[in-house]
């Protein structure tokens, strides 16, 4: 197991330098001045030709590429990814605020796409080509087809357009004044919902959870139903096998078989998707928060986009890409707790 688990990390350095050194790549296809936008506050400094000069000549934007590649990785591991356009303040600073508010509706979104994605998935296994396993699969396949946008902008329209019940945002204008202006109102983790509760305050998680509901829905149905169709061919691939007809030839009940045996050596490949679902969502929830304009990384970064922010955009990419990387260094180490025999491998 320790052995296993060291090999996958000292994998981890290597893995980091081939994804800072692509992502360097794009951003160096960029004119040097263009690249200093992203490191000054002030744009009339552009204007001047010295000035910027100087700065070009700081930040080793004119070096050769190799040079421009080492300084720059200087740069990012001291958190200096520069100035956001977008938000007004450097790059590491706007992560810092924002993240936290995805991180929020990630962590309500996973409960739902895992404990649901994968109990449909075993339920339609189970009942192969009846009606109960028609009706998920329809279900699924819509999920899945559905644009997210398409699906986010539903929810929008027949939750808050006509029932008033899931408005969008992060929280209502009272609560925004008590949570970041008030003073009896202390931010601990700055999960608002966590905090509200810490603060005994159940009015202000109340309308934290009102407000996280529509981008749960949307981020939950679209990610269960591609976790649900994983789910159920891994389960109808083991219910196949060999061993699982020996036990029931044997006479163990069927919730044993179903539970015990079948589902243990089903979760493999369903653990692998969870786990990249997972990180992909803390990167794919642009959608989701842009369309309930919701104030977390993924709004940021379709902004900086939209301003040609390149800063923001190649900081949210350098993000991104970390969390995937370690979430696959998670996933592989997942194996040999689930199947010992990926620790002989």
Not at 7 to 36: A, D, H, Y
């Amino acid at each position: 197991m320790i052995a296993y688990i060291i090999r996958r990390l000292l994998l981890l350095p290597v893995i980091l330098i081939g994804v800072t050194f692509l992502i360097f790549c794009m951003f160096s296809l960029l004119s040097p001045m263009e690249r200093l936008a992203t490191y000054v506050n002030d744009p009339s400094t552009l204007k001047n030709p010295q000035a910027a000069e100087r700065l070009i000549n700081k930040y080793h934007l004119d070096d050769p590429f190799p040079l421009g590649y080492i300084q720059w990785v200087k740069r990012i591991s001291k958190l200096d990814l520069g100035w956001s356009q977008a938000a007004n303040q450097p790059v590491w600073d706007a992560i810092c605020q924002r993240f936290p508010a995805t991180l929020e509706l990630v962590i309500y979104s996973v409960v739902p796409v895992i404990l649901v994605g994968i109990w449909l998935g075993v339920i339609s296994a189970v009942h192969h080509n009846d009606v109960i396993d028609q009706s998920i699969r329809v279900t699924a396949i819509v999920g899945w087809s559905l644009p997210t946008f398409i699906f986010g902008l539903l929810v929008l329209f027949i939750f808050y357009g006509m029932l008033g019940w899931l408005p969008p945002g992060r929280l209502s204008t009272w609560a925004q004044d008590i949570v970041y202006t008030g003073t009896n109102f202390h931010s601990y983790t700055h999960l608002v919902t966590i905090d509200a509760l810490l603060n005994g305050n159940i009015p202000i998680f109340v309308d934290a959870l009102r407000h996280l509901c529509a981008p749960i829905i949307t981020l939950s149905y679209v990610y269960w139903a591609f976790l649900l169709r994983i789910a159920r061919s891994s389960m109808l691939d083991t219910l196949r096998k060999d061993y699982i007809r020996t036990a029931r030839a044997k006479g163990v009940d069927e919730h044993t078989v179903i539970h015990k045996h079948a589902e243990r050596n089903a979760l493999i490949p369903v653990v692998t998707i969870a786990g990249m679902l997972i990180i992909g969502m803390l990167g794919g929830v642009v959608v989701a928060e842009t369309v309930f304009t919701y104030p977390g990384l993924g709004f940021w970064a379709a902004t900086a986009a939209q301003q040609l922010d390149y800063g923001s955009v190649i900081a949210f990419a350098l993000l991104f890409a970390l969390l995937m990387v370690v979430g696959n260094l998670v996933v592989d180490v997942s194996y040999a707790f689930i199947d010992p025999r990926v620790r002989l491998e």
